[in-house]
């Protein structure tokens, strides 16, 4: 099975190589967890290597984007070409508006025509929620489920960022990571979260909580950025 490298050093060590090409993985977490830039990095370092990949960003600009992302040396031009960022709702605006456009119309429309000129092998979409609001869903179980089988239709491996609260609710099962359920729809969930540590301080962590083919640990580890991201030992 090919897989796509995350370039996360500690990370692809637990998945075996990396994400089982083809998958749809949930990158769940609280505000903060670095959900987006882990998601970049993950593109960006494959775009070097010539594996080309699409950002689909719902709410964040372009430029506010490359800009977070050029602060941690991600930056779009060593690329060569092979990472392209689609800034849907600025696209939307100049397109003519609201009624003209459906949100869930366009996201295909653009992510279906970019393949076919592209042919991008690494998409991500940030995010799922935005696009919950957005597209204005009504059954969100039945378009959460059309969503999915439309991503697996144009044969690519996919991110789909997901936003949690700081704390679930009391009345969520222990092990969700997602509003709706969602979790069961996808290959794999790689879940962030900000771990207490100590009296005052904060850790990034994170755990594979999902990933279907892949023989892996379950446990949370620290997720470190310096001059690239690594996950170590978490620390009591």
Avoid at 48 to 58: A, F
Avoid at 97 to 111: F, H, I, M, R, S
């Amino acid at each position: 099975m090919r897989r796509i490298r995350t370039f996360v050093s500690g990370l692809d060590e637990l998945l075996e190589g990396g994400v089982p090409g083809g998958s749809i993985v949930m990158i769940s977490g609280a505000p903060g967890t670095m959900k987006t830039s882990l998601a970049f990095n993950i593109l960006h370092q494959n775009a070097v290597r010539g594996i080309r990949g699409l950002y689909i960003s719902l709410e964040q600009r372009r430029e506010s984007l490359l800009d977070q992302a050029g602060g941690l040396g991600l930056r779009v031009e060593d690329t060569k070409g092979n990472l392209s960022v689609l800034d849907l709702a600025a696209l939307r605006k100049k397109l003519g508006g609201e009624k003209d456009q459906p949100w869930l119309d366009l996201l295909k429309l653009y992510a279906q025509g970019i393949k076919t000129s592209f042919g991008f092998r690494l998409l991500v979409l940030d995010s799922l929620d935005a696009l919950e609001i957005l597209a204005r869903f009504g059954d969100v179980r039945r378009e959460l489920f059309d969503l999915i089988k439309w991503l697996r239709g144009l044969e690519c491996t996919t991110l789909l960022l997901t936003e949690l609260p700081t704390t679930l609710s009391p009345t969520a099962p222990p092990n969700a990571f997602a509003k709706h359920k969602e979790e069961y729809l996808a290959d794999g969930i790689i879940h962030l979260r900000l771990a207490k540590q100590g009296e005052f301080g904060v850790q990034r962590q994170l755990r594979i909580a999902k990933m279907r083919g892949t023989r892996h640990d379950t446990s949370y580890h620290a997720l470190i950025f310096e001059d690239g991201f690594k996950l170590t030992q978490v620390l009591g």
